[in-house]
């Protein structure tokens, strides 16, 4: 736990096609972290849409961001865009080196395409969770998975979660509780459909299917950072 007396400064990083979820859930709760200032950054100080159409205006510039004590990168359909965006990569590589990195959903991809994720355990969004090896990531299966420094939440909703184990590491557990109160964060979802686990067979294979279009993209980008990269990925069998 960072003293109290600390003050810290957290920034998320917006881009155009994020899933809004993985910036406003946690948003919910890091903005309620005692004694810090947050704020969202983008590329430009232009507002931006999700990959659903809401419109989002970022604080500030990328460029006009001080070193941050926390990074959040959310993912989301936009992010293929930022992964060979040297500016956002050379960013994110200047702010890792000093803050805490919060990834939810496949913002862990555009940080394994800053080359920050070798060597680390991380998870993602299911759809994708196979790509971390091409970024010489250790997958781990799990909703949130916590790397030294590093948090990583799986998909969309779990944004929240790793936001709460966020807030416990800087201000405490008691801390971390009473905003999930304010939040009455108590989830009771209707349907027990929420992992691949879970999910009805016909229902995962319809999403999977969905998605397959962008998950064939996303394979195709990891592949040539992963060269880029001078990373060797396993096979399967490996």
Not at 168 to 178: C, M, N, S, T
Not at 187 to 203: D, K, L, Y
Request: glycine share 10%; proline share 6%.
């Amino acid at each position: 736990m960072i003293p109290p007396d600390q003050h810290l400064q957290i920034g998320s990083l917006l881009f155009e096609g994020l899933d809004q979820i993985d910036l406003t859930g946690p948003f919910e709760v890091l903005s309620r972290i005692p004694n810090t200032t947050y704020r969202i950054y983008g590329k430009t100080a232009d507002p931006v849409r999700d990959h659903r159409g809401l419109r989002i205006t970022p604080d500030a510039a990328i460029a006009d961001a001080p070193q941050l004590d926390v990074l959040h990168v959310p993912g989301g359909f936009g992010q293929e865009a930022l992964m060979e965006d040297t500016v956002v990569l050379d960013w994110l590589r200047a702010q890792a080196g000093h803050a805490r990195v919060f990834s939810v959903c496949t913002g862990a991809l555009i940080c394994g395409a800053a080359g920050l994720l070798m060597g680390r355990r991380a998870t993602t969004h299911w759809a994708s969770f196979h790509l971390l090896r091409y970024f010489g990531a250790t997958p781990v299966n799990e909703r949130v998975v916590i790397d030294g420094d590093w948090i990583f939440a799986a998909g969309v909703t779990s944004g929240i979660d790793g936001a709460l184990r966020l807030a416990a590491e800087l201000r405490g557990d008691d801390v971390a509780k009473g905003i999930q109160l304010y939040m009455e964060y108590a989830p009771e979802p209707p349907f027990n459909s929420g992992t691949p686990e879970t999910a009805p067979a016909a229902v995962l294979q319809q999403a999977r299917k969905a998605v397959a279009g962008m998950t064939a993209q996303r394979e195709a980008t990891a592949q040539r950072i992963a060269t880029k990269l001078g990373i060797i990925v396993p096979t399967a069998a490996e």
